[in-house]
């Protein structure tokens, strides 16, 4: 079966730095687009950062500047480095892939299984 895998998370003081890294394994032909959700206690998961194959990005207006998505597609892995971090980006951060799965022959979305960032004022 296919597996992501997230670390990275932890405590952080605002202004400081994390970064979280996601690695898909398994029955894996192909992946798409790699990207990194975020939700909260109450909240409907949001969009961070999304990074195709090619390298081209995409991020929520409240990251932008801050975050940075990367992938090395050789190792099937994606990575956020986030900067400057503000108490409002606690959350459990969601990497997910787009990818096809050799076990079952078809294209699906995979999640992992979350990593909690907390970031104190």
């Known amino acids: 079966q296919v597996q992501l895998v997230e670390s990275g998370g932890g405590l952080v003081q605002a202004g400081g730095s994390l970064r979280l890294s996601c690695t898909a394994s398994?029955?894996?032909?192909?992946?798409?687009?790699m990207g990194w959700y975020r939700q909260v206690p109450g909240k409907q998961r949001e969009l961070v950062a999304t990074a195709s194959t090619a390298g081209s990005t995409r991020y929520a207006d409240a990251v932008e500047g801050r975050f940075t998505i990367f992938r090395d597609n050789a190792k099937n892995t994606v990575y956020l480095q986030m900067n400057s971090l503000k108490p409002e980006d606690t959350a459990v951060y969601y990497c997910?892939?787009?990818?096809?799965?050799?076990?079952?022959?078809?294209?699906?979305?995979?999640w992992g299984q979350g990593t909690q960032v907390t970031v104190s004022s």
């Open positions: 997910t892939a787009r990818l096809f799965s050799t076990a079952t022959e078809s294209w699906g979305d995979y």
């Open positions: 398994g029955n894996i032909f192909s992946i798409s687009p």
